[in-house]
């Protein structure tokens, strides 16, 4: 199959039948690369503290202090790890949200809403394929704004969220 883009979709030919097929092509949003470095430098730092304080534990001290440092080498080390990987994907079909915990996929047709009243904390609000309604931080996106926040950055997160709510064809609940 031969293929081009074409805008946001990608045109490729039907080599049997010479017709164009046109697949859109997924949209991303990815927090810009200076706020996941940032994210990224969080987390070595705190990998990097975790270190001392399990290597404080010695006689006579307390087991705690061995955990405490084992944990905040773990969570900084998974921070450091996942930072560079926030994004949220759109397909046809679904929406994908890679946050610092964890991933999740959610079909469309299964969108409830979209919570975006402000920038701090935008969700999505769905529904599990046994009616149950789950609420899902779009952490990417997160931003809170302040008066040092370029107006660049608050544009870009309420763009990208209308088209979500567009997508989604949800209700929008802010």
């Known amino acids: 199959m031969d293929s081009q883009r074409v805008g946001r979709a990608r045109l490729i030919v039907d080599p049997s039948t010479l017709e164009p097929i046109v697949k859109p092509t997924p949209r991303v949003f990815r927090p810009e690369w200076w706020i996941r470095s940032l994210n990224c430098a969080a987390g070595i730092v705190l990998a990097a503290f975790g270190i001392p304080i399990a290597s404080g534990f010695g006689a006579g001290m307390s087991p705690l202090l ?19 990987r926030l994004r949220i994907e759109l397909d046809d079909e679904k929406l994908k949200v890679a946050g610092f915990l964890w991933s999740r996929t959610i079909p469309r047709g299964q969108i409830v809403g979209i919570d975006a009243t402000d920038l701090e904390f935008p969700l999505v609000s769905w529904r599990t394929t046994s009616e149950r309604l789950r609420l899902t931080p779009l952490t990417p996106v997160m931003l809170e704004p302040g008066p040092f926040v370029p107006k660049t950055l608050v544009e870009r997160r309420r763009a990208f969220l209308r088209g979500v709510l567009a997508w989604s064809g949800a209700d929008d609940w802010s």
């Open 66 to 84: 061995l955990i405490s440092g084992i944990a905040v080498f773990i969570l900084g080390t998974w921070v450091a790890a996942r930072s560079v």
